[in-house]
């Protein structure tokens, strides 16, 4: 038995590859869950389906766009005639619109409110009654390290990730009675296309101790292995909480 098997898994954001939805999408297609890749890119998310059905997993591949309500209705509604339930949502898809506050325009930041905070409001918005129909559910929301500590260039992303984290314990508070657990995760420096986009980077490189103090870039599976947890029965009685997956980043 996979430590999921049998879970409804909704991941958002699941065409990068290298990059954390994917990752987590196939993880938890390898664990037991029928997976629901969604991405903006609808080709990228296909393929991640396909990986999961060529690990012996079950999944369907899914346009959508995170922004839009009628798309997270439409998604939701198309888990629910694919597999008849919704038991697991993790909130992935993100942008990362990096620049110091003078640079950023008007525009910058309500796309990047847009994408990272209000997807999320929205994906668990829907979630809830199908979660409440299954007699449960877990939902994972991707904050950032940058949602706990201030950093240059991240005042709309940390703003956005801040709000997640936020968000995360109310929701975990409102969904408590029907049993529906809300977390949220926060990764440090992990290998994607997304932090390769941000550094200018070809490949991972070793990171100054003073800011990792492990010294290194984390690969996806570290993050996947977290949300997997989240994911599983095994976090039971975990609700409202904050995992910091950083290799100690924001300790010091
Ligand atoms: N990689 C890191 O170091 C890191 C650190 C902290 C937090 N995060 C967060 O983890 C999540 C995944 O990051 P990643 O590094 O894998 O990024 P990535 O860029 O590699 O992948 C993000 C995916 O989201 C999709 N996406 C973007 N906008 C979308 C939209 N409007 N609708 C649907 N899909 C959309 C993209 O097409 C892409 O497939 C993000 O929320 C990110 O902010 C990443």
Redesign the pocket.
Known sequence: MGRVQDKVAIV??A??NP???YTTALTLGREGAKVVAT???AA?AERCAQAVRDADGQALGLR????SEVEWNDVIQRTLNAYGCLDVLVN?????VLKRLEDMTLADWKRQIE??LT?VFLGCKYALAPMRAAGGGSIVN?S??AGLVGMATCTAYGAAKGGVRIMSKSIAVEGAADNIRCNSVH????W????AQATGLSKPQPVAPERVPMGRMGEPQDIANCVLYLASDESNYVSGAEFTVDAGMTTQ
């Open positions: 958002t954001g065409a990068s990059g954390l939805g991405d903006v890119d990228g959508q766009d995170v922004t992935n898809a993100g942008i990362a994408v990272n997807s991707l950032s390290v990764p440090g420096v992990i994607t296309n997304m932090q």
